[in-house]
């Protein structure tokens, strides 16, 4: 299966250096409530774990059944049955963040693959919500 142009977005991003740590300045200022929620984080993990979620999402989005295993992991400790408990209401901040934070480190950002991006990451909070 060919790589899709989110993936190929994501790739680039990737190469840049800052664009983990400018994701963080962009998501932990999006709303009052999500700074507090990573007071006690080792952010060298939590950084790990959102390059492995990204891709996961994009995987699933490109049908690569194999996406679930982990996304169900995810939706576990995220839902309000898990240890994070993360209300729904905050995914959009994510999303947005992520997206602005795209737009900034890849260069051959546009806005269509802006569409494409944000259907592939609504594709896994939806998949997340559903599982959790």
Same mark, same amino acid.
């Given at each position: 299966?060919?790589?899709?142009?989110?993936?190929?977005?994501?790739?680039? =991003?990737?190469?840049n250096s800052?664009? +983990?740590?400018?994701?963080?300045? !962009?998501?932990?200022?999006?709303?009052?409530? !999500? @700074?507090? %929620?990573? /007071?006690?984080?080792?952010?060298?993990?939590?950084?790990?774990?959102?390059? &492995?979620?990204?891709?996961? %999402?994009? %995987?699933? $989005? #490109? *049908?690569?059944? %194999?996406? /679930?295993?982990?996304? $169900?992991? +995810?939706?576990?400790?995220? &839902?309000?049955? @898990?240890?994070? /408990? !993360?209300?729904?209401k905050l995914?959009?901040?994510? +999303?947005? &963040?992520?997206?602005?934070?795209?737009?900034? =480190?890849?260069?051959?950002?546009?806005?269509?693959?802006?569409?494409?991006?944000? &259907?592939?990451?609504?594709? *896994?909070?939806?998949? !997340? +919500? #559903?599982? @959790?």
């Open positions: 299966m060919a790589e899709s142009e989110v993936e190929k977005s994501y790739g680039r =991003c990737a190469l800052k664009f +983990i740590d400018r994701f963080y300045e !962009i998501f932990l200022k999006s709303h009052p409530d !999500i @700074g507090p %929620m990573f /007071k006690n984080t080792d952010f060298v993990k939590q950084k790990v774990a959102l390059r &492995s979620g990204v891709a996961t %999402m994009l %995987m699933l $989005d #490109s *049908g690569k059944a %194999m996406a /679930k295993v982990t996304l $169900d992991r +995810i939706a576990a400790t995220h &839902s309000q049955k @898990g240890n994070l /408990k !993360i209300p729904h995914y959009p901040y994510w +999303i947005d &963040s992520l997206l602005a934070t795209v737009k900034e =480190c890849d260069p051959e950002f546009k806005p269509a693959l802006e569409l494409q991006w944000r &259907s592939a990451l609504q594709k *896994g909070v939806d998949y !997340i +919500i #559903s599982h @959790g």
